[in-house]
């Protein structure tokens, strides 16, 4: 009996799958461990939040419908338990203008978002015709999260700093990607495939990118550190000139 069979195969990246976006959805916990620490939330943003809720919730939704589509399933139900608590913490120590503004976003964008999408698919279509509505709504909602990152990686090229672009997330967003892309491919379910090819080459960009400017501002500030000591050892021989200067005199 072949062990490498498309069904096996499909469950090895759907399980792989599972593993590597469990470890995403804990990727904030540092930030949170922080903002337990100091009581605030304040410098921190709840979007990235509430958007991973909404993409975890309308992938469950999908794999309800779908059915039998169990890897789908159990990472998003735990997902959508991870944002909960995450998007509940930061209303707890947010500043006011925050807290009203998180919790708008929550009842609009997830709860409102979420609702329409669930309205619109159960009153307008039924079976495989829902299920395919569903499915773009996921894709395009995903191809617009891994779209996302160009505005940090803009800001890597202008300020030739990583410092907002961590290579371990990248590094794991990209292995993230590949691992639903091929666990889609698989199954045959392009809806789950499709965006995941955006997000492997998001990812290889982001890390090449990570590359080219780890060293870029290390070099900047080495740069100005011998511009400045230049500057200073010029003042000292003109100062030393100069008191010469007076002593002949």
């Known amino acids: 009996m072949a062990l490498l069979t498309v069904e096996n195969l499909a469950f090895l990246f759907g399980l792989l799958g599972n593993l590597v976006s469990f470890l995403v959805f804990l ?14 939330s304040e410098g921190f943003q709840s979007l990235p939040y509430s958007v991973a809720f909404l993409s ?40 006011k203008k925050a807290k009203l503004f998180t ?24 079976g495989s015709e829902r ?25 890597v090229i202008r300020t030739k700093s990583v410092e907002f672009m961590p290579f371990t997330l990248s590094f794991f967003l990209t292995l993230c990607a590949t691992m639903w892309f091929f666990y889609g491919f698989f199954v045959k ?17 982001q ?17 100005n550190v011998e511009v400045e000591i230049s500057k200073d050892i010029e003042k000292n021989l003109e100062l030393k000139e100069g008191h010469v200067g ?3 005199m």
């Not at 990727?27 to 100091?38: E, S, V």
């Not at 090449?208 to 740069?223: D, G, H, M, P």
């Open 27 to 40: 990727a904030p916990m540092p930030t949170f461990y922080t903002i337990w620490k100091k009581k605030s």
């Open 56 to 95: 975890a919730s309308l992938l469950l939704y999908y794999a309800f419908l779908k059915t039998n589509a169990y890897m789908i399933v159990s990472i998003n139900g735990i997902g959508c338990v991870i944002e909960t608590i995450y998007l509940l913490m930061y209303i707890m120590y947010a500043p």
């Open 103 to 126: 919790i708008k976003l929550v009842v609009l964008f997830n709860f409102g978002g979420m609702g329409l999408v669930m309205l619109v698919s159960l009153l307008a279509y039924k």
């Open 131 to 155: 299920v395919s509505l569903v499915g773009w709504a996921c894709a395009i909602f995903n191809l617009a999260v891994f779209a996302a990152p160009l505005s940090i990686m803009r800001r």
């Open 189 to 205: 379910d392009y809806y789950i495939a499709l965006p995941n090819v955006l997000g492997f080459l998001f990812g290889i960009a």
């Open 207 to 223: 890390m090449t990118l990570y590359f080219i400017y780890k060293n870029a501002k290390k070099e900047v500030e080495t740069k």
């Open 246 to 248: 007076d002593l002949k």
